[in-house]
């Protein structure tokens, strides 16, 4: 998230964002905190960027968001029975794990 969407979020909606950032060793350290992590918010992968430096960046979204703002113009199905989980809005949260060569850094918001 930029500083600047941080910001507007703050003055403009009056929501402030939290920010965390964690340090892991390996991958398998990485892939047990996400499973816990996702548990009480679900995340999908949104993007990944691989860099010539050998890091690479995965950015995860809420999947409640509606981010993706794509409407099929093939047939669509009936709406679910209880309704959907989306929200219709973009949600703020998401985290940003770098791959680096000596362990994963992570960002969420």
């Not at 979204?61 to 989980?85: L, M, T």
């Not at 940003?96 to 994963?104: S, T």
Request: with cysteine; net charge positive; aromatic share 10%.
């Amino acid at each position: 998230m930029s500083r600047r969407f941080g910001t507007h979020l703050l003055n403009i909606h009056n929501v402030p964002i939290n920010k965390s950032i964690c340090n892991f060793r390996n991958l398998d350290e990485f892939t047990t905190w996400f499973q816990l992590e996702n548990k009480e918010v679900n995340y999908a992968c949104h993007r990944r960027n691989k860099h010539f430096s050998g890091e690479e960046h995965v950015y995860y979204n809420c999947i409640r968001s509606n981010s993706k703002g794509h409407v099929s113009k093939c047939e669509q199905r009936s709406a679910k029975s209880k309704g959907s989980i989306k929200i219709g809005r973009i949600c703020p949260s998401r985290i940003l794990a770098e791959i680096l060569p000596n362990g994963i850094r992570t960002h969420q918001f």
